[in-house]
């Protein structure tokens, strides 16, 4: 949605919101649909001149049971930072806060894959038929293949993966064009030697069965375009059930903890060698794409065998500093 298509009392102030969203780089698909709700709403709504006030902040933020706890906090962020730049403009705008703020429901705490189970799901992904159902496609199989092994060894997004095109894949030089991802940033992703020739394999498959402009998707379905996400999330909690990594019902390990569990795996080897993490953090946090450092953090997830590592490093470090070498 483009700012010049809101039409409500705000729509000025709505449009030069945004445009201070862009240019931080802070504006996103979801942000402009929530701005486009927001719009619509006071347009059904009276509201004093030119602001907001408690009335319809309230009605904003009411409780809704089709949406999640995580969209109804969505919602008041977006408002209140909203809010806090329309005051700036009318000194009448109300507020919302910490009083109004919903509760959310505790985040799934991610789960790190084991070498085992990451085997399990490139194994599970290969025996998928090919003809089922409504995904008839001869390269199914070797699809979810790809897709997961990508994921795992270079810490992608799903959506990142499956925007791909044949152009984005550099091959010759091992390299990922990542194009205006999350937060309109766009990067460079190197693969490693063995990702390379996996994903080469799988473009001489793929270019055999669907057309193959260089602008066509680099993963694709039966029907030779790119395959949606809620497909690709489907397909893989098939293969984790079969894997008996999760149950058929209720939570259990996803296609998104892949992106952990690269993270996780890449700060443990810098603890093992030795090496600086302090120093290497901004690396990896420009390798996943992340707009501050402080946004990896939720991948860093502490393991048995990273805190046996960081143990080990603190004892070292400890040895000729405190008494017995920092035992306890």
Not at 120 to 127: P, T
Request: aromatic share 8%.
């Amino acid at each position: 949605m483009k700012a010049t298509r809101f039409s409500g009392p705000l729509a000025a102030h709505l449009a030069a919101f945004v445009a201070t969203l862009e240019a931080s780089a802070t504006s996103n698909k979801a942000t402009l649909t929530l701005l486009g709700a927001l719009d619509q709403m006071t347009r059904q709504s009276t509201l004093p001149s030119g602001t907001i006030d408690e009335a319809f902040v309230r009605r904003w933020l009411a409780p809704c049971e089709s949406r999640a706890p995580s969209t109804q906090l969505k919602r008041y962020n977006l408002l209140r930072r909203f809010c806090r730049f329309l005051a700036r403009r009318n000194p009448g705008t109300f507020i919302p806060g910490e009083s109004l703020r919903p509760l959310r429901r505790p985040a799934a705490r991610p789960h790190i894959y084991s070498r085992e189970e990451i085997r399990s799901l490139l194994k599970g992904a290969l025996s998928l038929r090919d003809w089922q159902g409504s995904h008839h496609c001869p390269i199914r199989s070797t699809t979810m293949h790809a897709i997961i092994l990508l994921l795992a060894t270079a810490g992608l997004r799903i959506s990142e993966a499956l925007h791909l095109t044949l152009r984005d894949v550099d091959l010759d030089n091992r390299v990922l064009s990542i194009r205006q991802s999350k937060f309109r940033k766009s990067r460079i992703v190197p693969l490693s030697d063995g990702t390379a020739d996996m994903l080469r394999r799988y473009r001489d498959l793929r270019v055999a069965v669907a057309i193959a402009g260089p602008d066509e998707a680099f993963f694709v379905s039966g029907r030779g375009k790119a395959y949606g996400i809620c497909w690709v999330e489907q397909m893989f909690r098939g293969i984790a059930i079969q894997a008996d990594l999760r149950g058929p019902t209720g939570r259990g390990p996803r296609l998104h903890d892949l992106r952990a569990t690269f993270a996780v795996t890449r700060l443990l080897a810098w603890y093992r060698n030795g090496d600086d993490v302090m120093n290497r953090l901004p690396l990896l946090s420009t390798y996943l794409g992340h707009a501050r450092v402080s946004d990896t953090q939720v991948y860093l997830q502490i393991t048995t065998a990273l805190l046996e590592q960081g143990n080990a490093r603190f004892h070292a470090f400890a040895r000729d500093l405190l008494p017995g070498g920092g035992e306890s």
